[in-house]
């Protein structure tokens, strides 16, 4: 049997009585037995060459689940209060053509703040929203040194970086307004392009691919709680 989840902890509950059923684990986190990122980048054998499109905007974020509660929440209204941001989803506009890619690539930036904050929880926020659309994105999610375990340092901006949001904003208006700067953020598409992950047929291929790799190898998780809350 193989657990697969691809929420995180603060939104899995009754793991606690999960203990000794499970074999295996599938889900976001790097340790899992297989592994199935939000996505990932890949050095492709021949890079083509990266086109930034116009940008017309400065700060996109598109949000469903709104709770006060959150901290994505409570930094944003410290956030807008000093720069504009352009809300999309449930609690603001619609997007273009129901399409969010192609809403936020006329944006210079995306807050790809993720709904709680857990290792290696990185979510199609930053992998589709922000670098499929090519915004670079600000993030708000597991510590600065989590993300550089999948994407390059130079890649996006971490809200850590900055002992305020005034501090951030300023950051950003600077940015807007020095285009190599700006640009510098994108260095790293010259080796590397973006692969968002399909769900669901991936996984099952992944899952597949695994146990015909592990033959008759036996296992039982037995504390699932104790390693995903960790």
């Known amino acids: 049997w193989v657990w697969m989840n691809f929420e995180s902890p603060s939104h899995s509950p009754g793991l606690r009585g999960l203990a000794g059923l ?3 684990t599938m889900s976001y986190r790097r340790d899992s037995d297989v592994f199935v990122p939000y996505g990932y980048l890949y050095e492709p054998p021949s890079p083509r060459p990266f086109v930034l499109p116009r940008k017309s905007r400065l ?4 949000i469903s689940n709104w709770n006060e ?4 929440v409570r930094y944003y209204r ?4 000093h720069l504009p941001i352009d809300v999309y989803g449930a609690r603001g506009m619609a997007l273009l053509e129901g399409n969010v890619v192609k809403t936020v690539s006329a944006y210079k930036f995306y807050l790809a703040f993720e709904n709680s904050q857990h290792t290696d929880y990185i979510t199609e926020k930053l992998w589709k929203n922000a670098f ?9 999610g597991p510590r600065r040194a989590n993300y550089e375990r999948f994407i390059p340092a130079d890649s996006f901006i ?7 949001p005034r501090l951030l904003a300023t950051y950003l208006k600077f940015l807007d307004k020095n285009k190599p700067s700006y640009r510098r953020y994108f ?11 399909s769900f ?23 504390n699932l709680a104790g390693w995903f809350e960790s």
């Open 187 to 197: 260095a790293w598409r010259n080796k590397y392009e973006v692969h968002v992950t």
């Open 59 to 62: 700060v996109a974020w598109v």
């Open 22 to 24: 499970f074999n295996w």
């Open 158 to 164: 971490h809200v850590d970086d900055f002992p305020s």
């Open 69 to 72: 509660e959150h901290a994505r």
């Open 78 to 81: 410290q956030l807008k209060e």
């Open 132 to 140: 499929a659309a090519s915004a670079v994105p600000v993030v708000l």
């Open 200 to 222: 669901w047929d991936e996984h099952y291929c992944k899952v597949c691919e695994a146990v015909r790799t592990a033959g008759n190898q036996l296992k039982t998780v037995q």
